[in-house]
């Protein structure tokens, strides 16, 4: 018997967590943390530790399969498959053309970052502007509020510097991968408040990270643009803004303060249900320190007018100055990006909006990208430009896109739907052909991709110069014929004729630092992993040569550019009062007298959550991360399951204005009463089975008749809802 430790890092979420895998014989049977890695000093979750299970698991796909058409899969030979498709790609575009062919990217795929990258390569060759990804039902105001607001150079300050931090709607210590840096969240945040910062967190819920903070604002869901405006205009009105850079480096003060006027304190306080003391404590704390942000995640992103309130927040920064400053080391020093000068100074807006026009809502590509909350009704609707394939990667549309009634139509109504998953996933069940793909222990992967993140939002990524190059630990299975998506796109591009173009568009953009290069691919020959990935660190700041020579992972803290000072003859400005962005606000004020109207018929408020064992839709076949309890429970407060007349573990119905779900009630005091909160990515779309065994789909109760006009995101949390008993 042949035992190997392999160090590696956990591709199952962004945070890419530092692992040693132990394989025996071939097959890995343990994931740990890595002590000896200097970033996460032997930091994982029990996701990351269930990599053994994944890869082993009983369930898993091992070969590509075809749908015979009554909904019976049978194997196909993985090389079978591409041909197949790529004669209904070509099909499709012969007929409809390019636009006809979309694809989704999903948070699975992540774990194959080359793949993404000829996935991107591919859409161009077709010349489809039809890419869409998970990202638009995240966090999409992220991007547009930067693109409206203008950037900063240099990046945010850091949250080890920094002595304030308000975090709006994140749970880090479940999540891991928001608002505070991802390498043990829980642990950063024990240290910051030891070395004296003031946490203040804004949640509906009393989560595990607003336990630990000084203040926790248990403000009313979907209040947080009337929460921030608030703390605005207590800034303003107390002084407590940094006159000197806003003289350098801000327009449009004089009009955001004007529009501010109605946001008083009393008003604020009652509207946010919330203290005023509280409030003027959240806005004094926070403008009477010297470095830190307020940074917002998928709570305001989920309950309407997630731009504006990205936007507040970034307002809030930059009233307060707090953008990395001449001097500072680098706070998102690039590792295996391409080196850039971080300066302190304004990148100034740019256009939110992007040139492809989708045909319903009026949405169009933003800075989010393309608007993945349309993307069914650009499936149904019927005429030029129809959406009849889709290849969705490391996705789960049924359980993650809203209304999944329309989405289960959409996937129907598909001449060609590709999903690439390990497991039978509810969407891989409509899909014509899955191609089961080998998994991130065997296959090499870098910390590039998880580098770029840094780019969605301000706040993210890893606050220091580190890498990490993760070998295959160990081979596919036995027998198995998988195929990653690298393989797959070039080998659909070969069948059909296809030059790619190997694009390095993860860095480049308006405000980021690497231009934009193309390299066309020899097309001959399939290029392995790491020769992609040579090519995709080939500019890379630390070599990736010397990246592998630290098989545990490379910090460099001897090695962080300082940000430098402004350029002579920058005349960039950060905008605090973009037009669209003001009159939003005013509608937010004009919304009241709707939203305090008290609804009878939906009472209660649900909110989103994260489950600490399972990747949204991912896990919960895993025994060690289930332990049994295989499905998402709706949290209610003790005094209304008295109320209600349920008790502990009973089961309700959840009501929407869109639809009906049945969920397994838990106690939950965390949350106040009248407001409940469940996690996504389980149920069925069809045919529901009991809720204890299968979960209750959330996104059932989510329609798409309230959207963010430029996102195109609904509303996935606020949202009103009826509870009653149902019996057992
Ligand atoms: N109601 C509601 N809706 C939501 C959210 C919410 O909180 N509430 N959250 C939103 C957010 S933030 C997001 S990011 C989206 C997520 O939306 P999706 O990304 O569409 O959904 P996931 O459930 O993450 O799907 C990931 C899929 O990838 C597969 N997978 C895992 N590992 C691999 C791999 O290595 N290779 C391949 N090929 N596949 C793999 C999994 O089996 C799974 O089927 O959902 C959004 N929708
Ligand atoms: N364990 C685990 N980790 C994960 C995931 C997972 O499924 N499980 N998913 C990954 C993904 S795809 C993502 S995008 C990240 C998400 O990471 P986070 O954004 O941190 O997600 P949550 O932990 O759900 O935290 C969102 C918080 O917002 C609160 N909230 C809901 N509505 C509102 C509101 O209107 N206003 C305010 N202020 N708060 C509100 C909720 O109560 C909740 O505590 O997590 C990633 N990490
Ligand atoms: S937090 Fe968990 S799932 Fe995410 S990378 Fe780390 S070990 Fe993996
Ligand atoms: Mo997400």
């Not at 896109?401 to 497991?423: E, G, H, I, N, S």
């Not at 409509?430 to 939002?457: C, H, N, R, V």
């Not at 004729?497 to 934009?516: S, V, Y």
């Amino acid at each position: 018997m042949t035992t190997q430790i392999i160090p590696g890092f956990c591709r199952c979420c962004p945070a890419a967590c530092s692992i040693l895998a132990t394989v025996e014989n071939g097959k890995a049977i343990k994931v740990t943390g890595d002590p000896d890695s200097p970033m996460f000093k032997g930091y994982t979750c029990a996701k990351g530790r269930a990599l053994p299970e994944m890869h082993n698991d009983e369930n898993r796909l091992l070969h590509c399969l075809k749908n015979d058409g009554n909904g019976n899969f049978v194997p196909i030979a993985s090389q079978t498959a591409v041909a197949e498709i790529a004669a209904k790609l070509q099909d499709i575009i012969d007929r409809h053309g390019p636009r006809a062919v979309a694809s989704y990217w999903g948070t699975g795929s992540v774990s194959c970052a080359t793949g993404i990258y000829m996935l991107g390569a591919w859409s161009q060759a077709i010349k489809s502007p039809m890419v869409f990804t998970a990202s638009a039902i995240d966090k999409p105001g992220a991007n547009i509020a930067l693109a409206l607001h203008g950037n900063w150079v240099a990046g945010a300050q850091s949250f080890e510097s920094s002595d304030t931090w308000i975090i709006v709607g994140a749970n880090p210590i479940i999540s891991r991968t928001s608002s505070v840096p991802s390498n043990n969240p829980g642990q950063e945040i024990k240290n910051a408040l030891k070395r004296g910062m003031q946490l203040t967190v804004i949640d509906p819920r009393r989560t595990e990270t607003a336990k630990r903070a000084q203040l926790h604002l248990q403000a009313r869901a979907g209040e947080d643009p009337t929460l921030l405006a608030g703390i605005l205009h207590i800034l303003i009105e107390e002084d407590l803004c940094d006159a000197a850079f806003i003289r350098e480096n801000v327009q449009g003060f004089d009009t955001l303060k004007d529009a501010l006027a109605s946001f008083t304190p009393d008003y604020v306080a009652a509207r946010c249900g919330i203290a005023k003391k509280d409030l003027l404590k959240a806005a004094r704390t926070f403008g009477n320190g010297k470095r830190g942000m307020v940074v917002c995640a998928t709570g305001p992103s989920f309950s309407t007018h997630s731009n504006l309130t990205f936007y507040l927040a970034l307002s809030i920064n930059t009233l307060c100055g707090r953008w990395a400053r001449a001097g500072d080391v680098a706070t998102y020093p690039n590792a295996l990006l391409p080196a850039y000068t971080p300066k302190a100074q304004p990148y100034a807006p740019y256009s939110a909006f992007g040139e492809v026009a989708l045909r319903v809502n009026g949405l169009r590509q933003n800075a989010s990208g393309m608007p993945t909350a349309a993307l069914a009704d650009e499936i149904l609707l019927e005429g030029e430009g129809q959406v009849k394939a889709l290849l969705c990667v490391g996705g789960n549309p049924l359980q993650a896109w809203p209304d999944q009634a329309r989405t289960l139509a959409a996937m129907k109504k598909l001449d060609l739907l590709v999903a690439f998953d390990y497991q039978m996933s509810e969407t891989a069940r409509y899909a014509d052909y899955i191609i089961a793909p080998p998994l991130s222990l065997e296959y090499p992967g870098t910390t590039q991709f998880i580098e770029s993140i840094k780019y969605i939002g301000v706040s993210r990524g890893f606050e220091g110069a580190w890498a990490q190059y993760s070998p295959a630990a160990v081979a596919p299975p036995e027998g198995a014929d998988v195929m990653d998506e690298r393989e797959f796109f070039f080998r659909l591009a070969q069948e059909m004729g296809l030059q790619l173009e190997w694009t390095n568009f993860f860095g480049a953009g308006p405000h980021l630092e690497a231009p934009l290069e193309k390299l066309p691919l020899d097309m001959t020959s399939l290029p392995s992993t790491d020769d992609l990935l040579e090519i995709q660190c080939r500019n890379a700041r630390i070599p990736l040569a010397e990246v592998k020579a630290h098989p545990h992972g490379l910090l460099r803290s001897d090695d962080v550019p300082r940000v430098q000072p402004r350029d002579a003859d920058c005349d960039a400005f950060l905008q605090l009062a973009d037009p669209l962005m003001m009159a939003e606000l005013q509608q937010v004020l004009n919304e009241e007298h709707r939203r305090s109207q008290s609804n009878e018929k939906f009472p209660f408020t649900l909110l989103c959550r994260r489950d600490n064992n399972f990747m949204n839709s991912f896990g919960q076949r895993h025994r060690s991360l289930s332990r049994g309890r295989n499905f998402n429970p709706l949290g209610v407060n003790s005094a209304d399951m008295e109320k209600l007349g349920v008790r502990d573990g009973g089961m309700v119905t959840v009501c929407s204005r869109h639809g009906e779900i049945r969920a397994i009630a838990e106690a939950d005091d965390s949350l106040p009463p009248g407001t409940v909160s469940l996690s996504h990515g389980f149920g069925n779309a069809e045919n529901d089975g009991d809720p204890r065994e299968v979960g209750s789909p959330v996104t059932r109760l989510i329609g798409l008749d309230e959207y963010d006009p430029i996102s195109g995101i609904p509303r996935m949390s606020a949202l009103p809802v009826a509870i009653a008993a149902a019996g057992t």
